[in-house]
């Protein structure tokens, strides 16, 4: 079993949806939770940072974590056809995010349809 | 976040050359840089962890005389594929963790012909 699964899609859905990425992990160490968003042949941008279980919300996205389940979401309220994109989800157990790599899931395929 | 640059944004090169791959940091002091790769439809891929003044710790798999990576400084991280081959040919990203998670440089593409 991977660390971090993660279905890759493709996911397509109509503007103004509201979508649902999921990631489950085996690892109970992990306590930090992130979702990446990554265009094509662009480097990841943060949009979520998560500490343990929990919701976070920020726009018209939110994060929810539940350690118990190993299951970590992220929610797109209203899409928009910007936001296709892959959606990665990333998790690292220690403190010092910093100086330690991160484990990836594969990456959900998104298209948001006009 | 940190800001991170990556430089260049797509390379070209012929089998056999060399080519080098820059990462700075703008505006955050990083001892630690991490450099990735991601084939088409895949995920990030750790390469290496490059380590300010030392040598590089490299992941399981990934030949450290290949890939030779230098991190003299703590904004600038290099990484340089030697002897580039065909199946190098892949998208190379750098990052630079944070307080708030890592931000990424925007990648480098590297075709091998």
């Known amino acids: 079993q991977k660390e971090v699964e993660q279905d890759p899609g493709p996911l397509s859905v109509p503007e103004g949806a509201i979508v649902s990425l999921n990631c489950t992990y085996s690892n109970s160490a992990f306590q930090y939770f992130m979702w990446y968003r990554q265009y094509s042949r662009k480097g990841p941008e943060l949009l979520m940072y998560?500490?343990?279980?929990g919701n976070k919300e920020d726009g018209r996205f939110t994060a929810q974590v539940d350690k118990s389940s190993k299951y970590i979401s992220l929610f797109i309220r209203d899409s928009q056809p910007s936001d296709s994109a892959t959606y990665l989800c990333?998790?690292?157990?220690?403190?010092?995010?910093?100086?330690?790599?991160?484990?990836f899931g594969k990456g959900t395929r998104l298209s948001v349809i006009a | 976040g940190a800001v991170v640059s990556q430089h260049p944004s797509w390379v070209i090169c012929k089998s056999g050359t060399s080519v080098k791959i820059e990462c700075r940091s703008l505006d955050f002091q990083a001892t630690t840089m991490f450099w990735y790769r991601q084939f088409p439809k895949q995920s990030l891929m750790l390469m290496a962890t490059?380590?300010?003044?030392?040598?590089?710790?490299?992941e399981q798999g990934v030949e450290k005389d290949k890939f030779l990576i230098n991190h003299a400084s703590l904004t600038l991280s290099t990484l340089t594929v030697t002897s580039a081959h065909p199946e190098d040919s892949s998208f190379y990203i750098c990052?630079?963790?944070?307080?708030?998670?890592?931000?990424f440089g925007s990648g480098t593409r590297l075709t091998v012909v």
């Open positions: 998560t500490y343990s279980s």
């Open positions: 990052s630079v963790g944070g307080e708030a998670g890592y931000t």
């Open positions: 490059s380590n300010e003044g030392s040598k590089a710790t490299y």
């Open positions: 990333a998790m690292s157990s220690s403190r010092w995010v910093r100086n330690t790599p991160l484990v």
